[in-house]
């Protein structure tokens, strides 16, 4: 029983954060339609960023409570920085082209923010422990949690609902999906779609961003770690069907309520296990549980 | 037009043979194992060709040198004539099985697809280490040809010449395949799928082909990289591994077979230097290097001596270049 509760919360906490980088990876393939492998990158900047900078507001002697703010901080400006510089300057130039060639930029941009991360701050881990001890603990049958953790799913849902309320509810999300279905007459119309195009990814940017800041105080953020997460998140997505949100809420559940199974039965193989549920999801319905059939274009 | 492009490729072949009165030792060390390397990467590059992106054909190549590697540790068996095609078939036998499954998938899905299963070697040669030696790896000794051991001076020689002839039979056997039918099928994939089914071909099996023969590749390369740098770790089946292959591919230029060739021996010499002057850079050169020939030069080395070639020539025959 005691291990049935740690599997199910601490798989909570798993698909909190997967969700966040998954709804990112989503927004830029629905509307850009590239798979983004820089996301990773993205991420690890945002919690190397957050943490850097919640430490040294701890240096400086500030309130503790300021380290969230900074750690949302350092997602902002990571966000903000790395997608318009990213969108405008590389992708945008690949528009149109094959999807290898799309696929091999973003991994080039991958592979330069991994080596960027290491040069600005090094390759020893860190970490910023202050934001998780500082709300305390909890007890659940037993086993104790920090309430952090539960902060992190509830930012998790806030924001997923937000995103949700942005596409559906708001001009900008129709507009958006007017661009996702059709460019060329989203343009005759009169969007600017470059625009929807930075926009958008900027978004999807913020989204792994804030998912690297808000895991950050919960692991030390050391070298490397961008590459799994990105094999990750693509796992949920096509789980859940490329582009879709509410295919990503449910993909991050099942990925992350997995990953917190096989952690704890089967700790070597937890990579493992998550590319195998991806593996068996693609066998049997390959277009994902939310993802619609795509025509073949003749 | 052909007569001058075997006419290059004479030249070619005679460089690599005499290479070894030229260059000093540590070049011909980095030219074997550049050739080893240059058989996985003309496997990515035909994906490439396709249209494919595979981020995860370090696979193939960990099967090639672990085979090298348990066939030293665990059986006893150091025979290259053994290892080599033992390395070559295990290679291509797990292609034939994960292209069942592959061959359905394209674009995103087939890049990830492979990145996942060679995570999951790369996993297993990683916690498996009573059987695989773990992080530390698994030592290959000098391998024997024919049950006899090269002279201490001389291995390096021998097995240059032995992963040449190997890379000569290679580039043969990929220029057939891309001469067949099967190769032109390859090609069009990359255009339009629907059109290669109308025509009455099935792009599962070309696909499905092109596996197999990518797995038989990076087995050889696997093998003789063991060989050659006589040490084997899981990194063998790593991403960023298996993105260096697609690095190389571009690098030299997809679009044909000696474009990996000259990508590999370029690579294994920017790595050497890069370790020299900006060793904590190195996957920053690599993406940055990317990014210039992904927006400049799509076709790679390749493309652009060709291009250099056919101004020359064009000034030779007198034609004025505008």
């Known amino acids: 029983m005691a291990t049935l509760i740690i599997i199910i919360v601490d798989g909570f906490v798993f698909a909190a954060i997967l969700f966040l980088l998954s709804v990112g990876l989503t927004l830029i ?7 983004n492998i820089a996301h990773g990158g993205v991420y690890a900047l945002g919690a190397y960023m957050g943490t850097f900078l919640a430490l040294k507001s701890l240096d400086l002697g500030w309130h503790p409570y300021l380290t969230y703010l900074m750690l949302l901080a350092g997602a902002l400006i990571t966000g903000l920085l790395a997608g318009p510089l990213i969108e405008r300057l590389f992708l945008r130039r690949v528009y149109g082209q094959a999807e290898a060639i799309q696929l091999l930029l973003t991994f080039a941009i991958l592979l330069i923010l991994d080596d960027l991360i290491k040069l600005i701050w090094g390759t020893t881990p860190m970490l910023v422990s202050k934001p998780s001890t500082l709300l305390g603990q909890v007890s659940i049958g037993g086993i104790s949690y920090t309430w952090y953790h539960f902060l992190l799913i509830a930012v998790s849902v806030v924001f997923g609902g937000a995103l949700v309320w942005l596409v559906r509810g708001t001009r900008f999300g129709k507009i958006m999906v007017a661009v996702i279905s059709d460019r060329e007459v989203s343009q005759a119309v009169g969007i600017n779609v470059n625009r929807i195009y930075t926009v958008s990814f900027t978004l999807g940017a913020l989204c792994a961003a804030l998912g690297g800041a808000a895991i950050a105080p919960t692991i030390a953020v050391a070298p490397g770690f961008a590459v799994e997460v990105v094999v990750q998140s693509f796992a949920v997505i096509a789980i859940g069907g490329m582009g879709s949100l509410e295919g990503a809420a449910l993909g991050a559940l099942f990925i992350g309520l997995a990953r917190a199974l096989a952690i704890h039965l089967w700790p070597e193989f937890e990579l493992v296990v998550i590319y195998l549920i991806m593996l068996i999801v693609l066998m049997v319905k390959p277009e994902g549980l939310f993802g619609a059939v795509e025509v073949r274009r003749i | 037009m052909t007569q001058r492009v075997s006419l290059a490729g004479l030249i070619a072949a005679g460089l690599f043979v005499i290479a070894p009165l030229i260059v000093p030792g540590w070049v011909l060390f980095l030219l074997t194992v550049a050739l080893a390397k240059f058989m996985v ?13 595979t981020f995860g054909h370090a696979l193939f190549y960990a099967v090639g040198a672990y085979t090298a590697g348990f066939g030293s540790k665990w059986f006893g068996v150091h025979e290259a004539l053994l290892l080599v095609p033992v390395g070559v078939l295990l ?8 292209g069942l499954f592959m061959a359905r998938y394209r674009g995103v899905f087939f890049s990830m697809l492979n990145l996942a299963l060679s995570m999951i070697l790369y996993a297993i040669l ?16 000098t391998p024997t040809l024919l049950g006899f051991v090269p002279p201490r001076d001389a291995i ?13 039979a290679v580039t043969y056997a990929v220029q057939r395949f891309l001469a067949s039918p099967l190769g032109f099928f390859l090609k069009a994939l990359a255009d339009n799928e629907i059109r290669i089914e109308y025509s009455g071909a099935s792009v599962q099996r070309v696909i499905y082909a092109t596996y197999v023969l990518s797995g038989a590749l990076g087995g050889l390369g696997g093998v003789l990289a063991a060989f050659t740098v006589g040490h084997i770790v899981p990194e063998y089946a790593f991403w960023l591994q298996s993105g260096e292959f697609v690095f190389i591919a ?10 990996p060739l000259i990508g590999a021996i370029a690579f294994e010499f920017i790595r050497t230097y890069a370790n020299k002057y900006a060793p904590y850079a190195w996957q920053m050169t690599l993406g940055m290097i990317m990014l210039l020939i992904i927006l400049l030069q799509p076709g790679g080395l390749w493309a652009m001596y060709e291009g250099v070639a056919a101004r020359l020539r064009r000034r030779a025959e007198g034609v004025s270049h505008a």
């Open chain 1, 29 to 35: 393939f629905g509307v850009l339609r590239i798979l």
């Open chain 2, 41 to 53: 990467v003309l496997a990515v590059a035909l994906f490439l060709r396709g249209g494919l992106v």
């Open chain 2, 91 to 98: 290679g291509a036998l797990v292609a034939a099985l994960m």
């Open chain 2, 250 to 259: 571009l690098l030299g230029g997809y679009g044909s077979v000696p474009g």
């Open chain 2, 126 to 141: 990683l916690k498996f280490y009573w059987i695989t030696g773990g992080t530390d790896g698994i030592s290959v000794r």
């Open chain 2, 156 to 168: 390096r020689l021998v097995y240059y010449y032995f992963t040449l002839v190997l890379a000569g």
